[in-house]
């Protein structure tokens, strides 16, 4: 198994699962999945499954036993060990202490900004500020109803953190935007925004 196939952010995430119950990968992929828009986009079943043989080589989780639900195969369900447990809180401290920078598209696609121009730039972030207006209520709303229906804001944190860093963007984009109609963020070889 690659060592860098240990890297993968999911191994937390596997760990994580893990130390809710006892699971299969099919289970493992489907309940992540269900959790966020964020895994559901990220976790595809080739990958999960050799993130599970990772941990499973690495002695952070054992076969527990076999699982069969109606006509479906049999499938095999792992459980962490004292040794996946230790492994999960020290992935965690250290992700939690030592901010860390990603590269995603956004932060590609922004740094080169000017190449649309004042009028495509201040197009396209307003659509992006819309969309992001869009998913930040419906994630409100929704965490709303899952504080209402008495579940532990520990337990729907990383969702209250997506959802602040989604209204930060927000107003991040709102005073690009504004400085782009205003004519304050200097274009380099373009005239002034037209009102």
Known sequence: ?????????????????????????????????????????????????????????????????????????????????????????????HEIRHPARGFTGFLGAIAYLGALGPDGALDALSERIERLRERSEEDGRLLAEVHAEGVPRLYVIEAEYALAQDRSEIAWLESIRAEIAEGTLSWPGHEEVSD
């Open 1 to 93: 198994m690659p060592a860098k196939l240990l890297d993968n952010p999911l191994v937390v995430s596997v760990l994580g699962r893990l130390m809710e119950q006892p699971a299969h990968p099919y289970q493992l992929l489907t309940e992540l999945r269900s959790r966020s828009e964020h895994y559901a986009s990220a976790v595809n079943r080739g990958t999960l499954y050799n993130v599970v043989s990772a941990v499973v080589e690495q002695g952070w989780a054992v076969e527990e036993g076999q699982q069969r639900s109606g006509n479906r195969p049999e499938r095999t369900v792992y459980a962490l060990t004292p040794a996946g447990s230790a492994e999960l809180v020290r992935r965690l401290d």
